[in-house]
């Protein structure tokens, strides 16, 4: 147990090391960010104009939605890791993880975690520069129980995010390019994962059927806890089915990978 931490533990510091190569431009684009963000309070701002709610929720309670949204984007998003393992398969690098006692999966999750510390921390840069500005339209919920549902959401979150990109990854042993499946999934993750606008905002048939799909869980499920919009029942409720999820995701990916292997060999061979 040991050994393995240290191994990991080794992969997370050459991850870490290897990402503040690129911090300026993880700073970079958190500080674009910005623009969206102001975009976002523009268009909310008009959209509560003469409104002091909408669905139920106040504007501080949608602007701290989409700040909180852009904070979990980079601590826990899956910026190109599909990309980074569709190469690895393609170029054969994958390889030598074959003939050493490293799990795949893990090393890459190792590597994904680095990652996203630092683009999560670097993010909060810009954000304290635009503090000043947004401060007044924040509101958290005095709730501590939310923080208590919410860490472990964004944990599973997190796992999600990264199991959906590794499968991705790994359809490179059946197809050439996965480019297609990448941009079709970020489409729909887009619209049922909340980052359009909140989920509770939908028709009602749309937001109870996004809570059966993983997309609900990647940044909807932790940010709305978080900032309020989901009470305690369907919270710990959405904490289960989210769990499902998990396991669902690292079986899938569990095939893929081992027939993907087999796939692999035959081809090297």
Known sequence: MIATLHKYGHVFLVGLQGNLVYRWNFALRGFFSLFHLAVVFILWGAAYAGNTQIGGFDLGQ????????????????????????????????????????????????????????????????????????INDYLTF??????????????????????????????????????????ILSLAVETVLGGQMFPLDLMPDWVFRLSQFLPFYYQMYFPAAILTGRIDQALAVQGLAVQALWVVALLGINLVLWRRGLRRHTAVGG
Not at 87 to 92: A, D, K, Q, S, V
């Open 62 to 133: 949608t602007m701290t939605y989409f700040v909180l949204l852009l904070v979990l984007q980079f601590f826990i998003g899956a910026f190109n890791e599909d990309y980074q393992i569709s190469e690895e398969i393609r170029n054969g690098l994958i390889n030598q993880f074959l003939l050493k006692p490293i799990n795949y999966f893990v090393y890459r999750f190792t590597i994904y975690g680095a990652a996203r510390l630092v683009s999560g921390l670097l993010v909060l840069l810009p954000l304290a520069c635009a503090w000043p500005f």
């Open 141 to 182: 919920p005095g709730d501590w129980w939310r923080l208590g549902l919410g860490v472990p959401a964004v944990v599973m979150s997190a796992l999600i995010q990264f199991s959906i990109a590794f499968a991705f990854g790994l359809l490179t042993f059946w197809f050439l390019e996965i480019q297609g499946f990448v």
